[in-house]
């Protein structure tokens, strides 16, 4: 039976290597990937995210280092900026020991988002991301097409961490709209807390948000929480506050079930791309969650 962490971490971590502040070449990538695939945390991994520029550089390290013969296909996100180009290097990649699971693309507009969503292969999840105060004008689309929602959660500078109150309407405004969503960038941690923003000794730090606040916030939402809870459990900084039973989350007045969870994360809060899929894991070891 799944317990409560279970059902909130399974499949949770896209790995993003390539992407900053980790910056991985393309081997070193493919090489991680393979081998957090055969791990005792494997059961966490999500898909593997890569720029859709780089899909035949993909498939090279993919052939000549490790893992063409796979015994289970490895499930690819890919990013693109919505051009002809890109969509053409996903038209012209040859599936096998490695899938097309989704795509990924930043929309200003609605009329941007439709013209690129007409060309996304239907065997391929579409996310879209675009600013959150855009919520109420984007979702109408993306329900219609079928297609997701996707959030950016940090970055490298301080700047480009979003403020709590929108993060909590951008996930409450998926949940009334009944539209799905990932995240991404700035939450190598669990928790909120003051992380450092990239690897160098002297990066600068900044408040950042936690995973687990995240996931837990779409749960809460997902339920019919308010969008005031929502800011609470996102601004939340205490390990002490959570408690994980076998088969249940508590939070402060909130409580949900394993299967809750299982149901959020399978109909609505997708997963999060890190460019670290050993920090994440280590910090909930750190915390005594696993």
Known sequence: MTTAIEAL??????????????????????RNYSEYRSGDDAWMLGRFVVPARRLAEFALAFTENCCDEQASPWLLSVVASGNEEDLQYVADF????????????????????????????SSMAAYVEFAPDKSEEMLPLLKKCDARAKIRCGGVTAEAIPNEQSVAHFI??????????????????????????TYEQASASALMFGFANVFVAATMAYHG??????????????????????????????????TQIAETREKFAVSFGSCSFTDPVQDLKTLGWL
């Open 172 to 197: 409450a405004a998926c949940a009334n709209a009944g539209v799905a969503f990932k995240a991404t960038a700035g939450l190598h941690h669990p928790l909120r807390s003051m992380q450092k923003l």
């Open 225 to 258: 929480a308010s969008e005031k809870d929502l800011m609470a459990i996102l601004d939340e900084q205490s390990p002490q506050v959570f408690s994980w039973e076998k088969d249940k989350l508590t939070w402060r007045d909130y409580s949900y079930s394993a």
């Open 9 to 30: 971490l399974e499949e949770l971590i896209d790995y993003a290597g390539l992407f900053p502040p980790a910056g991985l070449d393309m081997k070193t990538a493919v």
């Open 94 to 121: 040859v599936e096998g020991a490695s899938y097309l699971d989704a795509i990924e693309f930043k929309a200003d507009n609605i009329e941007q988002a439709e013209r690129v969503l007409l060309f996304v292969p």
